[in-house]
């Protein structure tokens, strides 16, 4: 406590610690597991509560690996019901259905879309159709969130955004990241001034993609269906940045990187943004991504007063350390936060749990984007429509530098195809 009465940083950092340990560390058990969503809410007030009792159907549109584990994740929600599942053919719709004991399947997109029952969808097929299948939901009047990256070109995005905000319909891209407790946590540390003003942000993410990926099979190499580290990856670390340094657009833009010249697409790239300020808030944001090798994965905020890490992975973190100041160089005091996620229910053990790691983490951004359509609102506080331009937009400017074509749902009829 300071001499005005109020809660230091250490005493704000030491209880908010404190919730989040006694929240998040029950012993395991058979029983389902409490979500401990109310960490995110207790933490920062960010996403609206919702009221008992209040349920939402979500209609999932592609049953690929995504879907399939965000449909893994919800089953930790008891308001969320997955009422139906669209997909390109109607016997992978099926088989979807039957191994989540979803009740309703259907052939195509569009009927998912109709689907009366639907009250919002999730779209898990892959970017280059994210904008053709954004679009069939908003205009069936449905909520939308739609996986990561939100399209493969600005514009795309843009029309997704419109049409939302035309309909006054929920729209999310799933940059799932700014749900985690963790970042929650930093925002709010952050924003307390525990670090100071933010001059920096040094964030990482690549992985040695033939691990799960055949090249040049996989869409990571197709160019058409949207590949590329850029689009798969590098919209992790370039989502940090306005965060960090507000949602504005950085007012230079350097980029580098390696591409693959037989597929065309973006092996890795090196991102430097910079926002101008001087030292009234100016900063640089120094960003890496690759499908080669695996990096640490570290997200480092660095402000005038310290700095926080976000260990790895920390697109989906559990784990983070907050470095306070003190007089002279290196001299710092370090605090640890870790909030664990919760184990995966038996249900989601018994149907092949999860794809990607950490997927289980999900159900944050999945309760998030719930409570923001319970409580009527048309966007999440955690990240909104502008931020999701303002990344897209970023990644145009890198990809014309590093020379790679626009690609996937270019153009109005949002096919696929350039
Ligand atoms: N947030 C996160 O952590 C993650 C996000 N993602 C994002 O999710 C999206 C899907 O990724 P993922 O599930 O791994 O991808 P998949 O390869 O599993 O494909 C997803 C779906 O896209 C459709 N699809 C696949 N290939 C084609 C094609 N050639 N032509 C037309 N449609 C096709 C299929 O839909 P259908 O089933 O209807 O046939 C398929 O099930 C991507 O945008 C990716 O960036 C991916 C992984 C993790
Ligand atoms: O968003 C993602 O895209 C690529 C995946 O391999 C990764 O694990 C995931 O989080």
């Given at each position: 406590m300071d001499s005005n009465g109020n809660n230091s940083v250490e005493d704000v950092v030491r209880s908010l610690d404190a919730f989040f340990s006694s929240s998040s560390s029950s012993p395991p058990s058979s029983a389902p597991r409490p979500v401990p969503l109310d960490i995110a809410d207790g933490l920062t007030l960010l996403s609206p509560p919702t009221a008992a009792g209040a349920t939402l159907n979500w209609g999932i549109m592609g049953a690929g690996r995504v879907s399939h584990d965000f449909v893994q994740a919800l089953k930790a929600l008891p308001q969320a019901r997955v009422v139906a599942v669209g997909a390109s053919t109607l016997p992978k719709a099926e088989a979807f259905a039957s191994t989540h004991k979803i009740p309703g399947a259907h052939g195509s997109y569009e009927a998912l879309a109709r689907d009366p029952e639907v009250q919002i969808v999730y779209v898990g097929t892959l970017h280059a159709f994210h904008k053709e299948h954004a679009l069939l939901a908003l205009e069936a009047g449905k909520h939308v969130l739609v996986e990561k990256p939100v399209a493969c070109r600005a514009e795309d995005g843009v029309v997704m955004v419109g049409r939302a905000r035309e309909k006054k319909l929920l729209f999310l891209e799933g940059m799932w990241t700014r749900f985690f407790p963790v970042v929650e946590m930093a925002r709010y540390l952050i924003s307390s001034g525990a670090i100071g003003r933010v001059v920096a942000l040094h964030a990482d993410f690549g992985f040695n993609s033939s691990d799960s990926e055949?090249?040049?099979?996989?869409p990571f190499f197709n160019h058409v269906l949207g590949g590329g580290g850029l689009l798969f990856v590098g919209v992790y670390p370039i989502s940090m940045a306005p965060l960090c340094f507000g949602s504005r657009m950085p007012t230079k833009i350097a980029a580098a990187g390696v591409v693959d010249a037989p597929t065309g697409v973006d092996l890795s790239g090196g991102v430097i943004l910079e926002y101008e300020g001087g030292r009234e808030g100016g900063g640089l944001a120094v960003l890496t991504y690759n499908l080669m090798g695996e990096t640490p994965e570290e997200t480092t905020i660095v402000g005038t007063e310290g700095r926080i890490k976000i260990l790895g992975?920390?697109?989906?973190?559990t784990q983070m350390v907050l470095y306070r100041k003190h007089k002279g160089r290196r001299n710092v005091q370090a605090f640890d936060f870790e909030y664990p996620l919760p184990a995966p229910l038996p249900a989601v053990e018994a149907t092949g749990?999860?794809?990607?790691?950490?997927?289980?983490?999900f159900m944050y951004e999945a309760a998030a984007a719930q409570r923001c359509v319970l409580a009527g609102l048309g966007e999440t506080p955690q990240y909104t429509m502008e931020e999701t331009l303002i990344v897209a937009k970023i990644m145009d400017e890198v990809r014309r530098q590093l020379g790679v074509r626009a690609v996937g749902g270019g153009g109005e009829d949002g096919k696929g195809t350039k």
């Open positions: 055949g090249y040049p099979d996989s992975p920390a697109h989906c973190p749990g999860f794809n990607y790691p950490n997927s289980q983490g």
